[in-house]
């Protein structure tokens, strides 16, 4: 099962049946219910994703090559266990350059 689908499936198990629906305690009725957007239809099914042990330099060529503004990472069996944004790529890129300026002076 892809990421993608699990957590529909984690959104979906909070839905309780009713006059509207339910999640995480608010309830939505119908008329408001036409405001929500079906994620469905904007959700990348196949998304570029690193693993939890994967090389910096490895993750930043990803970044680099695909153009990615955010990488979901994953744990070995499949789990999202976060999200690298551009912004934690540039701050890591630029200690890791720091530093090898430090060491060569």
């Not at 469905?40 to 693993?51: A, R, W």
């Not at 910096?56 to 695909?66: A, E, G, M, N, T």
């Not at 955010?70 to 690298?84: P, R």
Request: with cysteine; proline share 3%; aromatic share 8%.
């Amino acid at each position: 099962m892809r990421w993608s689908r699990r957590i529909l499936i984690l959104i979906l198990n909070l839905i309780v049946p009713g006059d509207g629906i339910s999640v995480k305690g608010e309830t939505f009725q119908q008329e408001e219910m036409a405001k929500f957007l079906n994620i469905e239809d904007v959700l990348n099914s196949h998304p570029i994703t690193c693993h939890l042990n994967m090389p910096f330099q490895r993750v930043y060529s990803i970044f680099v090559k695909h153009g990615l503004r955010h990488l979901v990472v994953l744990s070995s069996d499949g789990e999202v266990q976060g999200i690298i944004t551009r912004s934690n790529i540039y701050h890591q890129a630029s200690i890791m350059i720091l530093t090898f300026l430090a060491l060569k002076a």
